[in-house]
Each structure stands twice: as C-alpha cells, then as structure tokens.
C-alpha cells in the first residue's frame, strides 16, 4: 500500500524554493508540477490555466511547456484544453483507487464553488463523466453530494457564452 504524503502547492511559491536551480523541461519534472503545484484546485486533477501560464509559472518557454505535456498526454496521464485554461489529470479519480478519495460527502459538497468557476469546454464534461462515475463508486452519499455540488455541463453552453461574448461585442462597438 502507498504512503500517504501531503505536498503544500504554496512550496513552488516559497521564496527560498524559487531561489534553487529551476525545474529542468521534461515530462517528468511537468508531472510533479501538475500533481503538486499552484494550478490545481480542490477537486482531485484538475488544475486551471492555460498553458502560457503554466509555462510561466514554470519558468519555461511555452515550447518546452508544450512538448512536455504532450509527453504525458500521449501516455494518456494528462488532458487540456489551453483555449479554455483547463487541465485534467484522469487517473486522479479512478473507481477502486482510494488515493484521491474524498474523506466524506461535506468534502464533495466543497468542490461547488471550484467547479462553477471551471470553464465550460468539452472536457469539463469529461471530466464530469469521470468524477461521476468515481463518487457513485464509494456509495450513495458521494453520489448524492456530487450531484448537488456539481451540475452536469450542457453541451450548449459554450456556444451560448460565446454567443454572449460576440453580442456584448458587438454592443460595445456600436
């Protein structure tokens, strides 16, 4: 059985951290940042940016940024959509696997706020599927509590917020 070990996002932010030798670019060094670093958010593998902010935060090029997610992402270890500054890690949330399993249902009830804040894209609905499936797995509370924090993405509201944008848009330059 694993070792449970708790890693603080704010050490990439410490000063005395940022004053060692930088993060060389690769996939492994990337996958560390993506389970560990300020990016992620309360809810298990998800982590919002897009890549130019990663990048950044990094203190990468945008093009070692790239190459090393597509080497996580072709190991099927990493997803994102950077247009919508979305980042899903999908083996965070497997049914069966209790590394990432939230205490209680209260725990789920949390990721409300994080998770109207998420983009809506395809892969939040991605993402929705998987955490889904993962809380109905440890039980009806979890199941229950997910489907009261986390409502399913509608396939049409990103063209409705672009719809949104391109009107106030258009309002703005008349």
Sequence with gaps: ??????????????????????????????????LTGPCTTNIPGVLVGTDQVMAA?????????????????????????????????????????????????????SWRDTWDELPNCKLKSQIWQSLRTFTKALGEGFAKAFAEACRQPSPNQEQEQEQEQEQEQEQEQE
């Design 1 to 34: 059985m694993a070792r449970y070990r708790k890693v603080e996002p704010k050490m990439w932010r410490d000063e005395k951290f940022r004053q060692l030798s930088a993060l060389e670019p690769c996939g492994q060094a990337l996958w560390m940042w993506l």
């Design 57 to 109: 935060e990094l203190r990468w090029s945008a093009k070692a940024f790239r190459e090393a997610f597509e080497e996580a992402s072709r190991k099927g270890m990493a997803k994102g959509d950077f247009d919508a500054g979305l980042v899903w890690l999908p083996n965070a949330c497997r049914p069966g696997d209790d590394r990432n399993k939230p205490e209680s249902p209260n725990v789920v009830r």
